[in-house]
Antibody
């Protein structure tokens, strides 16, 4: 079955960087687009970024554009989120999620358990 | 980007029907997906493409979408349905994905 395992979260000072990883298994990773979604403590879900199956198409939420970079290594079945110039408002649980089939308007059909990022001095 | 508005909370007695709305400009022209999130857990897809149900999701969960409102309906509500529910669409204009504001369902 599909398994997505995030890692790399932790406490980081404002202005610093952090890289999250999402290890995928149970499906052909190189055939599916992938997302990052975050959830601030006690708040709702916020989409962060998406990458196509081959990494050729990327899109970002306005709140992170220019600071965050989504990437993937299909040889390692791993998704990444490089987060630079972190702010207090980036504090959240970060989830990776899998595309449904090959439809850009499709749902996020599998989710990892999330990794917590806390931005604080 | 689209704005999707949900009621903050819905309360329902066991065995009754809960209806959760998701309002957005001409949302009926978009594909709407619904997620259930229990405390401390990741979201789970419960309805996709307006009204399809993933395998393993009870038939008690159904969806509809028309005009400016999409609706998630939970029939014969059980205590285990208590959770937060989010609608979600893809906004083709901005190429962004949008989640609704979320609804907390409380089973009385």
């Amino acid at each position: 079955q599909v398994q997505l395992v995030e890692s790399g979260g932790g406490v980081v000072q404002p202005g610093r960087s952090l890289r999250l990883s999402c290890a995928a298994s149970g499906f052909t990773f190189s055939s599916y687009g992938m997302h990052w979604v975050r959830q601030a403590p006690g708040k709702g879900l916020e989409w962060v970024a998406v990458i196509s199956f081959d990494g050729s198409n990327l899109s970002y939420a306005d709140s992170v554009k220019g600071r965050f970079t989504i990437s993937r290594d299909n040889s390692k079945n791993t998704l990444y989120l490089q987060m630079n110039s972190l702010r207090a408002e980036d504090t959240a649980v970060y989830y990776c999620a899998k595309y449904f089939e090959d439809d850009i308007s499709g749902p996020f059909d599998s989710w990892g358990q999330g990794t917590l990022v806390t931005v604080s001095s | 980007s689209s704005v999707l508005t949900q009621p903050p909370s819905v309360s329902v007695a066991p065995g009754k029907t809960a209806r959760i709305t998701c309002g957005g400009n001409n949302i009926g022209s978009k594909s709407v997906h619904w997620y259930q999130q229990k405390p401390g857990q990741a979201p789970v897809l419960v309805i996709y493409y307006d009204s399809d149900r993933p395998s393993g999701i009870p038939e008690r969960f159904s969806g509809s979408n028309s005009g400016n409102t999409a609706t998630l309906t939970i029939s014969r509500v059980e205590a285990g349905d208590e959770a937060d529910y989010y609608c979600q669409v893809w906004d083709s204009t901005s190429d962004h994905y949008v989640f609704g504001t979320g609804t907390k369902v409380t089973v009385l």
